[in-house]
């Protein structure tokens, strides 16, 4: 048998980026070749998380017979990069072969290919990242909990959405929006966690300005947070180490407190997003997808809670392109924020003819692009068609792992008729190559005020008074 190559391209033709490879059609022609080989080998993987809650896939491979290390680890790889991401935990536990497990663990160790996703596990669940290698009839079975998230909106509320480019608040009375705004913003450039506090602070006060009183404060943020503290987010990127400890963990808390020590919840964006659809729906089984500055995604489950995976979309690969460009951050290919946010379209823009300003900032080389697209500028057209194409594709790899009725696409990547071209061409890819999820799943793009502000009004709902 030939070695399997993982060098499918897309079935539709995309010039702004031929060598675009979905990994969903990876994960099918990989399969499809270890089932045609026969005598497959079995994998189940195991992460675990806090509380000692379990997510355990299971899997097959090429037999040993084969010779097909290379590919079986490279199909491996990428689905436990995906799965460490998707649902989040400090220890990957690996049931199958041993030369595979060991250089699955060896690529998580200091100096591996994944170190920096062992060091970010390590910083969120307060654990030594660790990978065990054990026979695949040891690997433990799911054992998760869910929980429900907000749907409180008595009272007087404040709702607070922090992204990369603005921030946005809402004063929200018994469930009604009384004031909105935006401010335009830089978190990401600053070092000096005092830019944050100051912003965030001033925009609450607005809000508490418009209401008699303040019953509690709900915050959608991008980043990682546990018990109302931040984990980690890119929204304080350039903050040093010390600083962070310091001065970031606890800044939430700490304007609460501020404002009269009134209740706060902070919640990761992206289940909030899912949460502001759910709620505008009355319906469950909701994956949200927001593309700004980065890919933030939440997920509601068939009960109406999130389940307590990190649902960090960004950083999950959505192309098998080795030749892909590199996130700076986790200095790994592939991977979704590169597809899904103001990035992607910075990087399409070359490609399509389009010459942006290096001195405009991410926010504003987007506004060039979202302005030639108003004026039926072609190049632009193909530039949201591309990334239509990538979320076709990227939904039916999400769907693997998530049981999805609704996807809600939110951002500001999405605004006027850039999400219109975007869902078109989403829609198309599954009608053509994944019909069956093209019957069930209903891509969903808010109106304009909602698409901008929902965020904050849904994260306004998050306390219970």
């Known amino acids: 048998m030939k070695l399997f190559k993982f060098n499918q391209k897309a079935n539709r033709e995309l010039p702004l980026d031929p060598n675009y490879f979905p990994m969903i059609l990876g994960k099918k022609a990989f399969l499809k070749s270890v089932n045609e ?7 189940s993987i195991a992460i675990e998380r806090s509380n000692g809650q379990i997510a355990t896939t299971k899997t097959l491979i090429f037999n040993e017979s084969e010779l097909q290390f290379e590919a079986n680890y490279l199909y491996i790889e990428r689905l436990v ?3 460490v991401w998707l649902k989040g935990g400090w220890k990957i536990i690996f049931g199958g072969p041993k030369d595979l497990g060991e250089r699955l663990k060896k690529a998580y160790q200091k100096g591996g290919e994944r170190e920096f996703d062992a060091d970010f596990m390590s910083k969120i669940y307060e654990n030594d990242f660790v990978v065990e290698v054990v026979d695949v009839n040891q690997v433990p ?14 009272g007087y509320r404040i709702g607070f959405d922090a992204g990369g480019s603005d921030r946005k608040v809402s004063a929200v009375v018994n469930g009604e929006s009384i004031y909105s705004e935006e401010v335009v913003w830089h978190p990401k450039l600053q070092s000096d966690p005092n830019y944050h506090y100051e912003g965030i602070l001033d925009s609450m006060k607005r809000a508490a300005s418009k209401m008699e009183r303040v019953d509690a404060i709900g915050v959608s943020a991008a980043g990682i947070y546990i018990d109302k503290r931040v984990s980690a987010a890119s929204l304080f990127l350039k903050v040093p180490q010390d600083k962070f400890d310091k001065e970031v963990r606890d800044m939430f808390l700490r304007i609460a407190h501020e404002m009269g020590d009134v209740p706060i919840e902070v919640s990761n964006d992206g289940d909030v997003t899912a949460l502001a659809g759910a709620m505008s729906l009355g319906s469950n089984r909701i994956l949200g997808i927001a593309m700004g500055t980065s890919e933030a995604a939440g997920y509601v489950d068939e009960k109406g809670n999130i389940t307590g995976w990190l649902n960090e979309l960004a950083f999950v690969p959505v192309d098998y392109n080795k030749d892909s460009l590199i996130d700076e951050w986790s200095l790994d290919y592939g991977c979704g924020v590169k597809y899904f946010s103001q990035d992607s379209v910075i990087k399409l823009a070359k490609p399509a003819g389009i010459e942006l300003d290096e001195n405009l900032s991410p926010a504003e080389k987007l506004k060039v692009v979202q302005k030639l697209l108003d004026e039926k500028d072609p190049r632009a057209e193909n530039i949201f068609n591309t990334i239509g194409c990538y979320l076709g594709y990227s939904i039916a790899y999400y769907a693997e792992f998530y049981d999805i009725e609704h996807i809600l696409v939110l951002g500001r990547v999405t605004s006027k008729d850039a999400g219109n071209i975007l869902l078109s061409v989403a829609n198309k890819v599954l009608e053509e190559e994944f019909n069956e999820l093209y019957q069930k799943i209903k891509l969903i793009l808010p109106d304009e005020k909602s698409r901008r502000v929902g965020q904050s009004i849904a994260a306004a709902s998050l306390p219970k008074i």
């Open 37 to 43: 080989a026969g005598n497959p080998e079995k994998v």
């Open 81 to 83: 990069k995906t799965l």
């Open 141 to 154: 079975n799911t054992s998760e909990i869910s929980k429900p998230l907000g749907r409180h909106l008595d």
